[in-house]
């Protein structure tokens, strides 16, 4: 990989200059703390949406956006994922992802605030998010949108959890989607690729931050290897919706993204774009790297491409 982006390279220093714990030493409640205090602070203010509302599915609470170019009604749709390791986050903490890409694409985002590790390991967070998958397919008239064209993303374990909901999709145990949008995801809960040697530490999110996470997610004697943990070793892509993947070149996460991304072209289709100097989260601090823009306008670029392939060109 080429150096880091000067843009990486500051908010690492920023990061040193706090000298804040390894999440590693820290427990789930002071982990999510201390992230959903700081994380406003590498992001922009958010943008201007066309409508914003919050409602519940069941105790299950959901945040919805509506772009300023979407339709009233029969919108194209995003079921986007939070990132934070499953233990933490929250759809506020990734509220600047959503308005920007309900924006860009003219589109309807919902993110579900779905249950988190460890108070509620492995299926939890799959199964909430399953079921808003499917409530949203089921009754698009009450979020405005079109059933037909629903997208699933998210960033991180968000992406994970994307990337296996799109499988059950294929496999007919979730409604059909026409995209998916997967930035930086898990796809290997193994965590043995080259990567994790070579992005270990001091860069951002390292191995045992990574290893303190999937502990949390995981419970004891789970297969790490089951495809709906790690969608990297599912036996076949075939038939999955065409994806659109971001990767950052300095993360321990690239090896196992970028091993999916491939895979994801030759069984499937796939866009696929690379940030060599970028740092995993990097989508999540447009505040101080420009580049976040570019990921999340490429993002929108692809997603409308897949839609007017698939779901938007039935209408």
Known sequence: MTGLDRSARRVLDMAARDDAPPIETLSPEEARSGFLEGFARLQKPLEDVAATQERFLGPLRLRIWR????????????????????????????????????????????????????????????????AVLADMAAHGDRYGID????????????????????????????????????????????????????????????????????????????DRTDWRLSPLLASSLHGIAPAFVALAGHDVLYDEGAAYAERLKTEAEAIVRTWPGQIHGFVSMGGMIPEALEALTAAAEAWERFDAKGGGARR
Do not use: K
């Open 147 to 222: 059933p037909g064209r629903i997208a699933v993303g998210g960033d991180s374990a968000g992406g994970n959890l994307a990337a296996v909901l799109a499988l059950m999709a294929r496999d007919g145990t979730l409604p059909q989607v026409t995209a998916q949008i997967l930035i930086y995801p898990v796809t290997d809960q193994r965590q043995t690729s080259d990567s994790y040697a070579a992005y270990a530490t001091d860069f951002g999110l390292t191995a045992a931050g990574m290893a303190w996470f999937r502990a949390h997610y995981l419970p004891e004697g789970v």
């Open 67 to 130: 772009g300023q170019r979407a339709p009233v009604d029969h919108a194209p749709a995003l079921l986007y994922l939070h990132g934070g390791g499953w233990v933490i986050g929250a759809p506020e903490s990734h509220e600047d992802i959503c308005r920007i890409l309900a924006n860009l694409a003219g589109a309807v985002v919902v993110s579900p605030d779905y249950r988190l590790a460890p108070d509620h390991p492995y299926p939890a967070a799959l199964e909430d998010c399953a």
